[in-house]
């Protein structure tokens, strides 16, 4: 087959749907050398540029003339059947929640991934406009795609509950995290790591941007109830006004000293961070799908984790769950842990058991199904 990918956010996303189109593009290359694999991308980040090894059966295609370099997103979402069609591409997966224009109308066979529709369950977290444009995308995508790939049960059922989609037109496909979460981290790598940031000896890890639904401040406040100095917390993530908030809570409650933020991080890095840390906690009240979970898992680290949406699936038996407004409840989870070294070996165990239920090989075979069906 040939097979077409909207590569955009592997070439010039760091994160989030980034990783996710990075992982399945490395994963099918992988696992299926035999078909040949097209990224059209209106443009690259420079630092992943060469993301991908140069290999016979891979062909990046970007914008060539000057009125498409121009107009690279129009290109994007207008032009990109045209260049399909070019080049006799079979299936297209559009590896972020939306497809372009008019593919519906041609012979290629669409297939789009949805990743969550936070946007419709908690509007207040965006503005009017975005909210709008995320909805018209979105629900043009799954109407007009031959078939959509959620990657978690929740979404399933949050596509099947606002878009009134048939069911049988939904396959539930997992995600893996980036291929670097495998790998075990020198002590150099360590210890290089905590310089550079500036990290306590011992501490909890929360991962993701700084946002009222990741809910950093639910954890600010079960630290404060522990009264144990002891507790170190790093924060990782992009700041945003909810981080006000965070940072009133700390010297109100003379927590300087127990709390460390790290705004911009080297992806490479986050490794050797979770490595680190004594264990890692998401609370957060929403998630399509909760990577930050699985890279624990993968790091060998143990969870607290939220009990809601997908986490729970991502998490399995291998986590601490409570209540994101359990404050009572995530503070006894975290004194546990921090007190009890074979409480965490157990949960570690746990993981490694959990993460292995999240399989590459077997997530390409599902969707190469999907794309012969």
């Given at each position: 087959?040939?097979?077409?990918?909207?590569?955009?956010?592997?070439?010039n996303?760091?994160?989030?749907?980034?990783?996710?189109?990075?992982?399945?593009?490395?994963?099918?290359?992988?696992?299926?050398?035999?078909?040949e694999?097209?990224?059209?991308?209106?443009?690259?980040?420079?630092?992943?540029?060469?993301?991908?090894?140069?290999?016979?059966n891979?062909?990046?295609?970007?914008?060539?003339?000057?009125?498409?370099?121009?107009?690279?997103?129009?290109?994007?979402?207008?032009?990109?059947?045209?260049?399909?069609?070019?080049?006799?591409?079979?299936?297209?997966?559009?590896?972020?929640?939306?497809?372009?224009?008019?593919?519906?109308?041609?012979?290629?066979?669409?297939?789009?991934?949805?990743?969550?529709?936070?946007?419709?369950?908690?509007?207040?977290?965006?503005?009017?406009?975005?909210?709008?444009?995320?909805?018209?995308?979105?629900?043009?995508?799954c109407?007009?795609?031959?078939?959509?790939?959620?990657?978690?049960?929740?979404?399933?059922?949050?596509?099947?509950?606002?878009?009134?989609?048939?069911?049988?037109?939904?396959?539930?496909?997992?995600?893996?995290?980036?291929?670097?979460?495998?790998?075990?981290?020198?002590?150099?790598?360590?210890?290089?790591?905590?310089?550079?940031?500036?990290?306590?000896?011992?501490?909890?890890?929360?991962?993701?941007?700084?946002?009222?639904?990741?809910?950093?401040?639910?954890?600010?406040?079960?630290?404060?109830s522990?009264?144990?100095?002891?507790?170190?917390?790093?924060?990782?993530?992009?700041?945003?006004?909810?981080?006000?908030?965070?940072?009133?809570?700390?010297?109100?409650?003379?927590?300087?000293?127990?709390?460390?933020?790290?705004?911009?991080?080297?992806?490479?890095?986050?490794?050797?961070?979770?490595?680190?840390?004594?264990?890692?906690?998401?609370?957060?009240?929403?998630?399509?799908?909760?990577?930050?979970?699985?890279e624990?898992?993968?790091?060998?680290?143990?969870?607290?984790?939220?009990?809601?949406?997908?986490?729970?699936?991502?998490?399995?038996?291998?986590?601490l769950?409570?209540?994101?407004?359990?404050?009572?409840?995530?503070?006894?989870?975290?004194?546990?842990?921090?007190?009890?070294?074979?409480?965490r070996?157990d949960?570690i165990?746990?993981?490694?058991?959990?993460?292995?239920?999240?399989?590459?090989?077997?997530?390409?075979?599902?969707?190469?199904?999907?794309?012969?069906?």
């Amino acid at each position: 087959m040939r097979i077409g990918f909207d590569a955009k956010r592997a070439f010039n996303n760091h994160t989030g749907l980034g990783n996710y189109s990075r992982f399945v593009i490395d994963s099918l290359l992988t696992f299926f050398p035999q078909h040949e694999y097209y990224l059209f991308t209106p443009g690259f980040d420079s630092q992943l540029k060469d993301y991908f090894a140069s290999r016979p059966n891979l062909h990046i295609v970007s914008p060539e003339g000057i009125i498409d370099k121009t107009f690279a997103s129009a290109w994007r979402s207008l032009g990109l059947v045209k260049e399909l069609e070019k080049y006799k591409i079979d299936v297209f997966h559009g590896l972020s929640n939306e497809l372009p224009n008019g593919i519906e109308q041609s012979s290629i066979k669409s297939i789009v991934s949805i990743h969550d529709l936070i946007f419709l369950r908690y509007p207040d977290y965006y503005n009017n406009i975005d909210a709008y444009i995320y909805k018209k995308k979105f629900k043009n995508a799954c109407e007009h795609a031959t078939h959509i790939v959620s990657v978690s049960e929740q979404t399933k059922q949050d596509i099947i509950s606002y878009f009134h989609t048939n069911p049988s037109k939904i396959s539930m496909v997992y995600q893996d995290c980036d291929k670097q979460f495998y790998e075990k981290q020198s002590e150099s790598k360590k210890q290089n790591v905590i310089n550079k940031y500036n990290l306590p000896e011992q501490f909890f890890l929360t991962v993701g941007t700084i946002e009222k639904r990741k809910n950093q401040l639910s954890i600010l406040k079960a630290i404060a109830s522990l009264k144990d100095t002891s507790i170190k917390l790093v924060v990782v993530g992009k700041a945003t006004e909810y981080k006000k908030l965070l940072d009133e809570f700390i010297i109100t409650n003379n927590m300087q000293q127990q709390i460390t933020f790290v705004p911009k991080l080297d992806f490479a890095d986050l490794p050797a961070i979770f490595q680190l840390a004594n264990c890692a906690i998401y609370i957060s009240e929403f998630e399509g799908f909760g990577i930050p979970v699985l890279e624990a898992l993968r790091c060998e680290v143990p969870n607290i984790a939220s009990n809601v949406s997908s986490i729970p699936e991502v998490a399995g038996d291998a986590a601490l769950l409570c209540s994101p407004t359990d404050v009572q409840t995530l503070a006894k989870h975290m004194a546990h842990v921090h007190s009890n070294p074979a409480l965490r070996l157990d949960l570690i165990e746990k993981g490694k058991q959990q993460a292995e239920k999240i399989n590459p090989q077997h997530i390409a075979e599902d969707l190469i199904k999907i794309y012969s069906a």
